[in-house]
């Protein structure tokens, strides 16, 4: 009987059960997960080249006989296993081709001589010979092996310990033949392709099934937030202007036109679901502030969640100073430290803090609007958590880190995103500049003329993991070079160890001026707003990724003198070098997101776990990025021309939920 899709391999009796237990560990359980374990590449080997007579860059697929092996030694211990090999059909002219293996035990108990091998590898020239170094191979056992692996444009499976791509491909190619499924021709077909052409249109195929599911996911998540009872904060905007008029600043085109999009947002009964992207600087905080006095002017409460505590602190500051002037009672709520301004009202009307506000939301019983700042550092779980009073709040979301576009359109998909495309006029440039580590002296003297022009500095380290004490003992003792270097200019030391309301006092006397630099670990990495500091010197640079490193020297160029940004960095590698050399070209945040997605490659920057997406199998976010646009324009249009799909009674909208429940114990 022919197996079907959702069969365990189990049931499956001629595949041994020691591979069972192999495939389990890829997760791999189904006879649907061994046939969707698809082929990371695929090699031509549909015809044997003639044995080379010179070297190429391009690799290249042969077959031969082993005509003779030997190992030789060299250096005392070390051996090169050598094996010769004559092209079968032999072409009198062809010369024989010699495989090279260094120290390689392995190899030598598995080929011999009379053997067929097929080998794939660059061919190179050595002295009068053509080599192949540490070629791929395979040995050639009988006819109906050359059946399955060569012959054939052969499929390549992504390395996995113990298995071999010889038995992953055997076992596929006969499990494609005991199967029965409607999607079974085009499955089969990316495995074991009959042309490039039908593999390209194969595959496209299948990515864009992939990134539909993922689209739908998305687009129902959204759906069905839209389904909750949400508030209407409408309000007349009397509160807001009084705040714009104080600003010491008019809004930006772009800052009022996304504050008008929030207005009509707010003003609607449907709960809104907002990502508020804009560079670093480009002044987010301010149009969140108006959004929450809209909140507040109609009676609702408002919350501003951030990921640490200083910043928490700092955004209590900064609404005290703009707000408690219009009158609007503001309450600091985290895990260590609780706060209430001089109360005109019996209750708060704007709640600031960290996650403690998720836990410990006394108080905070009508939230019109929830702005959680940098929200990739919260989990899915933990937003959940905070929408979950009825009726729906009003979310804001705002990320620091500007994301490629398709990224944004995946990770950020159930929200509508508004963009603040445009810095402030007033800005003063940051030239950006990385430099070996020898050049200190030359950067020390341009730092002391910063300092003695009035300006101030941050020196940052890159502590990865600042529950270590060796980090805390090593950021010291380089805070005790740096007090020399300096002086006698003052120096101070912040990092994550210290006690928060040390760290408070800390920050605050380098805010007023009273500290020249600040020798810091990246607990500045976000929201640190001090105009007057002009410098920043990043120690082993090469260590911060660039998403991170433009991060932080957003915390410079924030006043009207022109700032100066320093990458140090010891290591001269190319990789390095090619990304700290994007910070020196581009100010741009989504400039510096999309080359760090082209430099990283198509790792998993999706986060999987945070954004409560499956992983995908076959698309590329980056490559297929188009594919992945019409997949979103093609789910909408479905949840558009059937609103019913994202109804609690539908069976395909219950598979989400079972799966978002999932997600929640990830994060
Ligand atoms: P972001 O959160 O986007 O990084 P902020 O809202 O913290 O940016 O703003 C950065 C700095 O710019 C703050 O000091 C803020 O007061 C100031 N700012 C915001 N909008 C403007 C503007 N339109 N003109 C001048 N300065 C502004
Ligand atoms: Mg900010």
Known sequence: MPHQFHDSLGEIEWIARPRLT?????GVESVEDLLRHYPRRHEDRREFANFPSEESEQPICLCGEVVKTQIKRFGGWKKIFEVTLEQSDAHALSQPLVCRWFNVHYVQKMIFGDQRLVVFGKPRLRGKRICMEHPEFEIIENDEEISIHFRRIAPIYPATEGLSQRVLRGLIFRLLDECEDDGLAIIRELHFPRSWESLGSVREALVREEFLDMQM???????????RNGRANDAEGKLLERFLRALPFSLTNAQARVLEELRRDLRSPLPMNRLLQGDVGSGKTVVAIAAMLLAVESGSQAALMAPTQILAEQHYEVLRRWLEPLGVAISLRTGARSADGPTLFTNPQIFVGTHALLFEPEGLENPGLVVIDEQHKFGVAQRARLTSFEPAPDVLVMTATPIPRTLSMTLYGDLDVATIDEMPADRGRIVTAARDESKLPEVLAFLRRELEAGRQIYIVYPLIDESEKLDAKAASAEFEK????????SCELLHGRIPAPEKQAIMDRFRRGLTSALVSTTVIEVGVDVPNATVMLIENAERFGLAQLHQLRGRIGRGEHKSYCILLSSDPSPETLAK????????????VAEADWELRGPGDLLGTAQSGLPALKLGNLRTDAKLMQEARVVAQKILRDDPDLARPENQRFRDFVVEEENFSHVS
């Open 580 to 591: 700290l050399q994007v910070l020196e070209k581009t100010s741009n945040g989504f400039a």
């Open 482 to 489: 740096w007090r020399e270097r300096l002086r006698p200019f």
């Open 217 to 227: 996911l998305i687009g129902l998540r959204r759906a069905r937030a839209r389904l």
């Open 22 to 26: 192999q495939l389990r560990r890829l």
